[in-house]
């Protein structure tokens, strides 16, 4: 493993780490029944931004989030990123995987 081990600040149960060239991120994504809308679009959309500034600063090698953006300038450090999530990924979850696959 290159970097430490590494949880989200606000959700300890997410990590992030790299090994052998890849990225690989965990995350507790919220399932079952929406019973809070604000909630889930809060926590879904704060999850995709955080598992986007992974990628950035990983794909460019430095420790700030420079408004770099996928395809721009640097050098690569990863060729790959696995996302790991425990929830039945459904039509709710969209507030993540949209912004994700526009990345």
């Keep these: 493993i290159r970097q430490p081990y590494r949880g989200s600040k606000e959700w300890i ?33 704060a999850q995709a931004e955080w598992t986007k500034a992974l990628i950035r600063r990983n794909l460019y090698n430095n420790n700030d989030n420079n408004n770099n953006t996928a395809g721009g300038g640097g050098s690569s450090t990863i060729g790959a990123v696995v996302i790991f999530g425990h929830a039945n990924p459904t039509n709710n979850h969209k507030r993540f995987f ?3 696959l526009q990345f």
Aim: charge should be neutral; hydrophobic fraction near 45%; glycine fraction near 12%.
């Design 13 to 45: 149960q997410n990590f992030s780490f790299v090994a052998k060239g890849a990225l690989f991120i965990g995350l507790n994504l919220v399932g079952g029944h929406v019973h809070n809308v604000p909630e889930w679009t809060s926590r879904l959309t």
């Design 98 to 100: 949209d912004p994700i």
